[in-house]
């Protein structure tokens, strides 16, 4: 999820406060086609990711391409506001009682010797694996791939060389938002979700990528389990509901001695 | 002129109780109450430009502190202005934290929600303050414990309270003060190397903003007798104080109070609407059409836009 965040952000230095609430769709969009259509959210997990690039291409072609130049303020705002909207649009459609996708998957359990592993589980976290390295491998071996880099790297020069920026950022922000898609879909079976759960979301997913660095896939990754790590350590050594407090509190000594995160390149 | 036009308007503010409902005086509560926590809010994000997402954690702080004082014997009259204090003081650990280390733009805001969420976790574990449970207070209608069985009275205070923040921003306006913290907003790199002290400037706007904040959770507490973590530290608060300034137009005087007066009353009655319906949240995608209208047409907000409709309409 936190991939798709540093993608976003990484090539646009636009943030993304409707991650979190993206993500709740990908999920609700999984529920609906569980319920409705039986299919599984380990295969429907595709079609969840082709949805939000659409809406991902949606948000970036209508809305934040006309302020791409507008100060950071107003791309906050703006992502505020299409957070909100996404956020409570999910809730008139789905009500606020929580929802979970049940895969036969996710009733299986593997006995390793004396550890029992969660099929379901060990299942989302290979698809994102693979999917962090297939975002790794189209962002460092494929053309468009550069080319996303390249308008990060330097919008000016971008265009200067011919490349269709606003394509580029459009394409940039749907992979983004169908990383997430696919992540909402995947952790469909295993968390249980409701419109709500979008904004703790959003903020996991900022904190994640601040630690490990904004733009940088590796960084998001680490960042991904250092976050989980400290907050099961917090949820053991004191109480399961204090155990967010551990990632802020990371989260503000990063910001404060290491702005850019602990695998991003420090910018101007 | 103009203060003709301001005396105008608080005098018909002063003589509305007298014809409202009992509803509509509840909706010019929390306009007034909006508008004043708009207000603070402007000082820090509007004028100086440093935008903050964990206003919340001082009206938070502010209204804890005021409502355990009390449950010890303390007046609320004194302790809102020790809870404003505290918050003041949480707004100087920020202000300092993220001043002295340089964050700008998005990582100040992340540093903001990530003090006011670690105070709603803390508020919601520590039983001494109540836990998850939160805190209640006890009814006595006293109004030395700033209670009332008039809903007038705390008609008459937030509307005290909104002049009150009101003419705080006024006087910063006309100050130096006011003028270096526009500037630094514009371009903070520029104000430096002219030698205004950027981080003075920044720290006052911050303290001014989280006290005024603070004394707002007082009223909030002992107008709703309860205090709930997640309903007071919360970023859905947050989003409230600052959406309305922005909308309404940051950074200018009349900017919040309009901004109040136009979605209070929206909130409200989509909520009542439905809210009734089991329909809960169109407020708040009302909200977010309106945030996304606002940043891509009228980035200034409202009220700058219908002064130039005026002036044009004036010429």
């Keep these: ?52 690039f659409g809406l991902g291409v949606v948000v970036q072609r209508g809305l934040v391409d006309r302020i791409v130049d507008a100060p950071h303020e107003m791309q906050i705002l703006l992502m505020l506001g299409v957070a909100l909207v996404l956020e409570n649009v999910a809730l008139l459609v789905f009500g606020p009682e929580p929802a979970r996708v049940r895969s036969p998957l996710g009733q299986l359990t593997w006995e390793l010797g004396p550890l029992y592993v969660d099929v379901a589980r060990l299942v989302t976290f290979a698809v994102a694996i693979v999917l962090t390295l297939a975002l790794w491998l189209f962002l460092f071996r494929t053309e468009l791939g ?107 000594v990063i910001l404060l001695f290491r702005p850019a995160g602990l695998f991003g390149k420090r910018q101007p | 002129m103009k203060a003709l036009a301001a005396a105008g308007a608080v005098a018909v503010l002063l003589a509305l109780p007298l014809v409202l409902s009992g509803y509509a005086i509840t909706i010019f509560i929390l306009i007034f109450f909006y508008a004043y926590l708009a207000q603070a809010w402007n000082i820090l994000g509007g004028y100086a430009g440093q935008l903050s997402a964990g206003h919340a954690a001082f009206v938070g702080i502010g209204g804890y502190t005021s409502a355990l004082l009390f449950e010890r014997g303390v007046t609320p009259w004194f302790g809102m202005f020790v809870g404003a204090a505290l918050a003041a003081g949480l707004g100087a650990v920020i202000g300092y934290l993220g001043f002295r280390f340089g964050l700008r733009g998005f990582y100040f805001v992340l540093l903001t929600v990530a003090f006011a969420e670690i105070c709603r976790i803390l508020a919601s574990n520590v039983e001494a303050v109540g836990g998850a449970i939160g805190l209640y207070i006890t009814f006595t209608g006293d109004p030395r414990h700033f209670q009332f069985r008039d809903p007038r009275a705390y008609y008459y205070i937030a509307l005290a309270l909104m002049l009150l923040a009101t003419g705080v921003a006024a006087l910063l306006e006309r100050r130096r003060l006011g003028i270096y913290l526009t500037a630094i907003r514009e371009d903070e790199t520029a104000c430096e190397a002219l030698g205004v002290d950027t981080f003075k400037y920044k720290m006052l706007a911050m303290v001014v903003s989280s006290f005024l904040t603070g004394l707002a959770g007082t009223f909030y507490a002992f107008q709703n007798f309860s205090l709930q973590p997640g309903a007071v530290f919360g970023i859905p608060l947050s989003v409230e104080i600052l959406i309305r300034p922005i909308i309404g137009g940051a950074g200018t005087l009349l900017g919040p109070v309009l901004g109040s007066f136009i979605l209070t009353p929206l909130a409200e009655v989509s909520r009542q609407y439905f809210g009734q319906g089991g329909l809960h949240g169109a407020h708040l995608v009302v909200y977010g059409v309106l945030l996304v209208a606002v940043v891509l047409f009228l980035p200034q907000g409202a009220y700058p836009f219908l002064r130039r409709l005026f002036q044009r309409g004036a010429a």
């Design chain 1, 1 to 52: 999820m936190a991939v798709g965040l540093t993608l976003i952000f990484g090539v646009m230095r636009v943030v993304n406060f409707a991650h979190g609430d993206m993500m709740v769709w990908g999920m609700y969009l999984a529920f609906v086609l569980a319920t409705r259509a039986g299919v599984d959210p380990y295969l429907s997990f595709v079609v969840c990711a082709a949805a939000l």
């Design chain 1, 146 to 252: 550069r080319l996303i880099r390249a308008s990060a790297d330097n919008h000016y020069g971008a265009l200067v060389i011919g490349a269709d920026v606003r394509r580029i950022y459009a394409t940039a922000f749907g992979i983004g938002a169908a990383c997430v898609g696919a992540a909402g879909a995947l952790v469909s079976p295993i968390l249980p979700f409701q419109p709500v759960t979008g904004l703790a979301l959003s903020v996991t997913s900022f904190n994640i990528v601040i630690i490990g660095g904004m733009g940088s896939l590796v960084g998001a990754f680490i960042g991904g389990l250092l976050v989980s790590v400290a907050e099961s350590l917090g949820a053991v050594f004191l109480r399961p509901s204090l155990k967010e407090l551990f990632s802020f509190s990371l989260l503000i």
